[in-house]
């Protein structure tokens, strides 16, 4: 079959895609030793990363191929399909706090940790960067609002009645409509009406050589089969094993799985901003983040209506909105000058370590 | 009577100004059918529109005929007559949290409503539109230090002891005369000695024609009694019309009160934005919320020790700081470019639709 | 001694230094009216202020003999040497309540009171001054950092847990590492890779004449000794003194201990702002206060476990978090643009007025 071969070369020759070799060890392991948690645990994590980068690596050749406006929005509503694949699974499972910890963890992830670390690697190897603020101040102006949608049930005059469950779920189906409302106007704004104030940079971009449309669409149906499969043992041996391993429920949801299904779009990320295309690692963060929050998180409460075991709303527990809330606000400060050296990614990423080290020093007894 | 054409034909020529006749409807109804709570909460707004219509052009004659120093005194006092009317009737009333909800209400209703409605207006004819960035940012701080002023409370150290009503009073007091004087210092700032950084756009350019100086001051004299009677009214009729309309007390206060108190002002910001004069309608938008924030509410705290039955805080509930503090934030980053296109309107009407949505959906049963 | 000359015309010609004259005074008076609280307190105040200003002037002297890099260290390490022995008294005293409060009192009062003096004093004679903004945004971005660790535990998803003491006392342990190894990276960024983006202006330029290396060696070493002397008992008295002023103990801690510390600070800034070297006074105050904030106060949670009669945590009271939030956003706000005048002086210092007035007026029965 000649036209596998760009998919074989593409496996070959990025060391990452070698761990797909990890992709069936954990089926077999998931039906010989159902019971071995942390094993397990550690297994899909090693082979949800070039799962993921793969999915990542046949969703933007789709794009590529698709031409400028049906690309941006395939770009624009598939770009973080292993997150939401993996939150399906949760979802599925009942298992809501891990489903916003998953969320409120990605888009802390990608604001601080991948922000920060790509103006560090790009600040070590270049005095100042400069990138579009522009399109940075949109992606910062997108995840403020989503951050007032997450705090809305706090203006109501009398707390006890905010508790009611049927004003947070009407209010939570409502601030949905509202946030997919406005990433759609986003995208229109960005991609459409002032195109030309975002520059020409975009995830596309990114890959180096993009797969035919056939070989592409294939694997985006196949990974996705292979990632929904493989959510579904990381889900069940998650909570387990952070016992086993004495990490708290909250470090996990935040830290692990959102660093696992970022994984390749940081791996992106840091290669633009080791090139100097730092408009790239900003747009893929940045971008990133506010599609979590705009558009997998409100379709995400949408759908439990249909699949989860009862509705999920969109309200998070208080310190997960002040992570959010802080995040937001450090991108959006340190993005406003549109020009970066290495002590910006410092900064950043001390955010991100002072998030980390207060929910990994938590004992782990609650929850 | 010669005189009063320019009057009359101002009247002819304004189709809102044609409500005028529902002025004299109200006060029959209210003699006829004084427990027609519904009706006459919808005739006295039916009748407030105008009348604010009329008192803001009135206010804006005297200010365009007395002369720079002194036409800038009077728009910057006066400017807000009808809320402080309004207000002025619920504060005899004794209906504090009234009071409290349409200034809060009034603020937020400027900063995200009119801002927003005027951006989006400009935006869908001006492909991107310009506007003086350094006053935005006067009127933002000015904001800001009124919301610092409303958090003081959280920030001692034994919030048992910040329940203490001596505390409570004492504060508001310190803090109304503190916002007053720095009201009074933005205005020498502004209109004095740095007036060259302000532009040349003020209110008073928004009336095609001024009144003569004779007329607009005995429509002002005549208008404003006619206001507080109507206002009466309405201040009786509110809180049991929001019971038979099934609307919470809170989005009564905060987005009924505040869009009939702020018609007048609202008319005039969207004209001058599909005009291309944004300058003109964030001038009128953030203008009109810090006079309120720092002249027309601590007035009114001040005044509640002469005419209300208890003396009133300057303490509103933490819901309605939170609003203030967004809208502030909101305001002063959407507003720090100085330069805005469609889509910056789309997110202010979203934080002012998120807020509007969960007081709505709030059940009406507390309070 | 020819070679004390230089250090006599410098008290000779400074009428500060007069003050001196008070030091023997307080110990005197210790001896034999130990009980006279507010004496003592009175006197340690009029002694601390002409010593701080010494041990700034031979700070700076030996910063100036020693080199850029060394001297920008030893400015960047012992600049708020007299903060941090009064801290250190109070620390060994055990009154951990008082150095929380003087720290949060030391950056609120930098951030406001001493830049918004500084903009007002500029302001009068000059219309618009101007400043490097970016090493304006280096000082309250780290500002911005220190508020959000010591914020952390407000992130954890159980409040309850939050409490445990453990958790505590690791986790101000880990962010005290955290925060001075942000503020050295901070020094490499400006005092070395990117020193060329921030200007000339240090703290060694405030000085007309710098001292002799030897007798500034001299001065730091004895006058650290009679600051660390006089601390003794200005922490010994403030506690009664402030009971018999009828002052809350918040009111000092924030108020007083921040104003003495600071006084010798606050001289170089105001001089600067008159010079029309707005960039000196800028510097001080900001750099001052994100001194305190990643360097004093870490070093004061990592020296308890020494001297402290039990670990000192980094968490402060809500209140004092909401003050320091406040300030570090409205530098950032006002610093954003590199360019000042009077009205931007007055709304820092009106800031500092609000939190002041509810300090004072709040009920001194409690804490």
Redesign the interface.
Known sequence: MASLAPLLREIRHNAVLWFLAVVPVVFVTRMLRPEAHTLLFALSIAALVPLATLLSHATESVAAKTGDAAGGLINATLGNLTELIIALAALQAGQYTLVKASIAGAIVTNTLFMLGASFLIGGLKY??QDYNRISA??QT??L??AT??I????????A???A?S??TH??SV??SV?LIG?YA??LV?SLK??RELFGASGHAEAGEAALPLGIALATLGGVTVLVALVSEIFIESVQQAALALGLTP?FVGFIVVALVGGAAEMASAFAGASKDRLDLSVGIALGSASQIALFVAPVLVLLSYAIGPTPMSLLF????V??ML?STL?A???T??GRS???VG??LL??Y???A???Y???P???
Chains 1, 2, 3 share one sequence.
């Open positions: 005095h100042v101040r949109l102006s997108l403020f609002l007032i949608a705090l809305a049930p706090s203006i109501v005059p009398d006890s009645l905010a009611s049927t004003f009407e209010l409502g601030l509202l406005t106007l986003g704004f009406t002032h909250a527990w208080p310190g997960a002040v992570m802080i450090t959006f400060f340190t406003s000058s050296a290495w002590f410092v900064l001390m955010v370590l002072i998030f080290m207060t929910l020093l938590l004992p007894a609650g929850q």
